[in-house]
Every structure is written in C-alpha cells, then in structure tokens.
C-alpha cells in the first residue's frame, strides 16, 4: 500500500511569512495624560497596522484593568514637513491604520483621555503592536475571502509583503545614497579648506624668508 506524502508547501509559506513579517510589540506606562511618542524611519507607501490596549491603575488593589470611559489619543505626523498623516480618538482598546505618501521620519504620539466629566490623572500601561507594511484579511472584501482559499491568501499576504521589502530595499539604497553624497560633500570641503590653508601657509613663509632676507641686507649680515 503507497502512502502519500503531505506536501510541505502550506507550512514553508506559513513559515516564511512569519519570518517575514515585521512586528514591533511592547508595552509601556503612561503617567496621567502625558504624551509618549515613537519615531521610525518608514520607506513610501506603506502600510502601518496598531493594535494596542490600556489598562488602568486600580489604587486600592494595586491591579491594571481596562477603564472603558478612558480612550487614547493617536496622532502620527510626518517630521520632515509637519504633516499631520492621521489623528484618531479611539477606545480604551482599538486598532489604528495609516499609510505614507513619502518616505521619512514619522511621529507616533499617543496619550489618554477621559470621556467622563470628573477623571483624576493615574498611571495606564498600554499594549501597543505595531505591524509595518503587514498584509491583513479585513484589506478583502467578504465575497473574495469566500472565494479564496487559506493557502491562496496566504500567497497573496507573502507577495506582498515581499513586495514591501524590496520597497524596504530602496528605502535604504536611496538612504545610503544621499550619506555617501553628503560624505564626499563633507570630504571635498575638507580637501579644499587643507589646500587652502597649505597655500597661506606656503606664502607666509616666503613673506617671512623674503622679510628676514630683506632684513639681513639692511643690517649688513649677508
């Protein structure tokens, strides 16, 4: 009797696209409504996904638990021309998603705020996971999910984030560009200001040859 070997394709593309996958997941404490804010350096059209979650400081017994009638304040902007990409009131638990136009330094602050009239400041820890240029099912609309199968999506999810990361590689290739100029900028101004300063050092010592010998003649010396 033959057996039939399982193909092991579904779990290498499973595999890879966990590899693949870039998932940044921390958590962090808020003091009162004290802002906190992350930078990250993201190449062009891409797509960044937060999920994140606030629990709240119970006093009396020393435990964090979700506070429904405190929500979070999202704000992302881009550094190099203070463009407000996305600003977002949210709940106390909740998903976040913006996309960038250009590549370079983005913003991400985030602080709590309270929905109910009378709120003292207290300590919040927040869960956030921040998935960058992640392919994610809700981007299909219904009828295609039916249609498609889990090793097609899966598929899909891989191409792009392959996709991304060649993105990811221009990113860096246009990056190391405009140092490697700004290097050769920096060296040749080095360059020139050494042979400059070897020039006036070159005629201050004939000035001062031509001076002494000047000097020797009139004293008689030579």
Known sequence: MLSRS???LPVLLVLISFLLSQVNALYFYLEGSK???FYEELPGETTVV???KSEELIEASGLYAPNTERGLQINVEQQD???RVLNLRGDHAGRF???TADAGEYSICLYTVSSGW???ATRTRLHLDLMFGEATHDSQPDHQKETLS???LRVRELNVKVSNIRREQGYQKDREAEFRNTSEKANAHIRNWTIAQLVMLGLTCAWQIRHLKSF????KLV
């Not at 020797?216 to 004293?219: C, Q």
């Open 6 to 8: 399982r193909s092991p």
């Open 150 to 152: 889990d090793l097609a």
């Open 81 to 83: 021309n203070h463009h």
């Open 118 to 120: 009378f709120s003292s």
């Open 35 to 37: 802002q906190r804010c």
């Open 216 to 219: 020797f003649v009139a004293k």
């Open 50 to 52: 937060g999920n994140y």
């Open 97 to 99: 998603v913006f996309s």
